[in-house]
């Protein structure tokens, strides 16, 4: 007897399997009824012939609650009008558990209560297209930068240092002494770079930012590359490399999941290299042709991304932006000391940066120039200043987001949906 995934029952026409999942649906007709079993990896429609199977079995029909967890024998046979194109004649059902009533019913649920129910929503159609997308986002990622030479180089969660400002740190305690939970994996990734060449590392990064938009959690999960012998349009060479090797891999593996989500495809079809590269300037026009009201030398918030990416029919790359609101380690324009080198990518129809990035400061003494104007302490950046004392190099590195990749290739509008378990401002729990 063949045990096998529903995904896999194509393999197995005429041939009698064993199947084990959760109940999603069952219907009556009379002498046969019908469920829906899924495994996790798909859904098949079993049905249930009085004469094909015995009393005891075709008798479960009222007993067999939504999310019931049971073992179903049976022969596969094709069937275009089911899902997959293959359903199961049911010869016997075993039931491991019958399910309680189950909270989440067809009905219109407020996103509270879903939030609340996250563990269970898991469960659901769309909400497993989308973490489909992301398991497929992720391979993709990694078999890019494994494909191009990269070495993963895991980067700490407890740092004693600050990446992109102190005043998103989340502080913890650390025996005698305080520690805050990663902003960024970047500076280490350049430690990494100086050793290897091209690096990334793929993990949990931390923002105590007080921020309830549909693009921000506290705990969003970040895939970063670093380069030596980079600069910063080598930089966005590899962005958008990168970027569109990840959509055009979900277009081919992602159909199914993206059709349960309604996606419009056509837009990502768009999405192959090279993308529109626009200075800060050129970005700050755009806002003023369309009539937005905006201060120069300030950062873009998220109606201002909307109004630019619109744009184009493709992610856009802004650099060289305003240095005072750049990160300590970004490196400056030769021609400009006012400019930080640096680039953000924004995602078509509206769904802001999902890359960040730029060429380091590479000289030591700039570096501790940069520090000191900054407000940083000096201590906890010794071992990153080392990097510039032996062998120093021009290099450059990014960061994409997962969860904003996420929710744009899938069409989402809000970022929780797009993580199994959301951290927010006013979420830590299930």
């Not at 009905?107 to 297209?129: C, I, P, V």
């Not at 958008?240 to 990840?246: A, M």
Request: glycine share 8%; proline share 4%.
């Amino acid at each position: 007897m063949n045990q096998v995934n529903i995904s896999d029952l194509g393999n197995y026409a005429g041939e009698e399997v064993t199947v084990k999942g959760w109940v999603y649906k069952t219907r009556s007709i009379g002498k046969i009824w019908f469920v829906i079993l899924r495994d996790g990896t798909g859904l098949v429609q079993c049905v249930v012939v009085k004469e094909e199977t015995d009393d005891e079995t075709f008798n479960l029909e009222p007993i067999l609650t939504q999310e019931s967890s049971v073992i179903i024998t049976g022969t596969v046979r094709e069937e275009a009008r089911s899902v997959g194109g293959f359903e199961l004649g049911v010869k016997s059902i075993q039931i491991i558990q019958v399910s309680e009533e189950y909270p989440i019913s067809p009905k219109e649920h407020g996103t509270d209560f879903l939030m609340n129910h996250r563990h269970l929503w898991l469960r659901s159609k769309l909400q497993h297209a989308i973490l489909r997308v992301r398991h497929q986002v992720i391979k993709a990622s990694r078999d890019f930068f494994d494909q191009n030479g990269f070495i993963l180089v895991d980067s700490p969660i407890f740092t004693a240092n600050a990446a992109e400002g102190t005043t998103s740190l989340f502080e913890v305690g650390y025996f005698d002494r305080s520690a805050y939970l990663t902003q960024s994996g970047q500076l280490y990734q350049e430690a990494g770079a100086m050793a290897f060449g091209k690096v990334y590392c793929f993990g949990p990064t931390f923002r105590a930012e007080k921020s309830k938009t549909r693009r921000h959690l506290t705990e969003f999960w970040m895939i970063e590359p670093e380069i030596a012998f980079c600069d910063l349009e080598q930089d966005m060479d590899w962005a958008e490399k990168y970027v569109s090797y990840i959509v055009q891999w979900c277009l081919e593996h992602c159909k199914t999941d993206l059709e349960t989500l309604d996606r419009d495809v056509s837009t990502l079809e768009k999405v192959v290299t090279p993308f529109p590269r626009i200075t800060y300037d050129d970005a700050v026009e755009i806002l003023k042709k369309n009539g937005v009201d905006f201060e120069y030398g300030g950062d873009f918030g998220g109606t201002d991304e909307t109004v630019i990416s619109e744009q184009f029919d493709r992610p856009v790359m802004i650099h060289r932006w305003p240095a005072e609101i750049k990160a300590f380690y970004m490196k400056r324009d030769a021609e400009n000391d006012n400019l930080a080198m640096g680039v953000d990518m924004l995602a078509p129809e509206g769904h802001g940066e999902i890359v960040g990035g730029g060429q380091r400061e590479d000289d030591h003494d700039t570096l501790v120039r940069r520090i000191k104007e900054h407000g940083l302490p000096m201590e906890p950046f010794q071992w990153y200043l080392d990097l510039r004392k032996y062998g120093s190099v021009p290099h450059a590195g990014f960061g994409l987001g997962i969860e904003r990749t996420v929710a744009w290739i899938t069409g989402i509008r809000h970022i929780r949906e797009t993580i199994p378990f959301p951290r927010t401002l006013t979420r830590l729990e299930p």
